[in-house]
């Protein structure tokens, strides 16, 4: 049984499955990225709610493992050389656990760093954005009258989703026929954008019928279903 106690995270979160991957998140855009990849793969995990409302990313336990108080974190007890592996970071995350299966990137090497050139684009670029979007349309942002801040990320996100867009046409997923972990960065993110965050009429959602038909597949399956909705919150 493999002995995770040397990890601070565990006294917070004790892991009562220590042989599985141990999942620290919340299911924000960012966070179901790393349920919906184990979701996919099959591989046993144990999720934990990491409360932002107990402003638990804050806590010296989280911070230990995420010391940029971010979720999603990942403690895999079997991690390279059979040694445990504590990660952060989404993109990292689902890189290693596709590595780790032979699952969802490709082999190919030039198909492979194609993939991750998609992956950084949504790390880089539609998550940051599309979340400045949300915050200056649905929180906190709508108490300034000033609306060039919002103006900024709603024309920004609108030409995003043009490149992603063009990207998809006459492809059924982002890397082309295989789905993968680029797909499973990225529409989540769509998906919070025109569902929780309202802003579809801002940035003519409708104008992007690519971006629509991908995201309504990714949305039908199984795992993508279950995983939207892990760690299950309180």
């Known amino acids: 049984m493999p002995d995770l106690s040397r990890f601070p995270i565990t006294r917070k979160w004790p892991a009562t499955q220590p042989d599985r991957l141990q999942l620290y998140s919340l299911p924000t855009p960012n966070g179901v990225k790393v349920s919906i990849m184990l979701e996919e793969i099959g591989l046993p995990y144990e999720p934990h709610l990491v409360s932002f409302e107990r402003n638990d990313q804050f806590s010296p336990e989280f911070l230990s493992l995420s010391p940029n108080n971010k979720i999603p974190a990942i403690l895999d007890p079997d991690g390279p050389n059979g040694e445990p592996l504590a990660l952060f970071e989404s993109g990292a995350i689902l890189i290693y656990l ?4 032979g699952r969802l990137l490709p082999k190919d090497a030039a198909a492979r760093y194609e993939t991750i050139q998609w992956l950084m684009f949504q790390m880089g670029g539609i998550g940051p954005m599309f979340g400045q979007l949300g915050f200056f ?5 709508r108490d300034y009258e000033d609306k060039r801040p919002r103006d900024r990320y709603v024309d920004e996100s609108r030409r995003l989703l043009g490149v992603l867009d063009q990207r998809l046409q006459d ?3 982002i890397m ?3 789905y993968g ?7 989540p993110w769509v ?7 309202e802003a579809g009429e801002l940035v003519q959602f409708e104008r992007f019928a690519n971006v629509q038909r ?5 949305l039908a399956r199984p795992a993508v279903e279950r995983g939207l909705g892990i760690p299950r919150r309180d």
């Open 98 to 101: 596709a590595e780790k299966t």
């Open 137 to 141: 349309h649905k929180f906190a942002g």
């Open 171 to 173: 492809r059924q997923w």
């Open 176 to 178: 082309g026929d295989e």
């Open 181 to 187: 972990i680029a797909d499973i960065a990225t529409f």
């Open 191 to 197: 998906r919070n954008l025109v569902g929780f965050y």
């Open 214 to 218: 991908v995201l309504a597949q990714f």
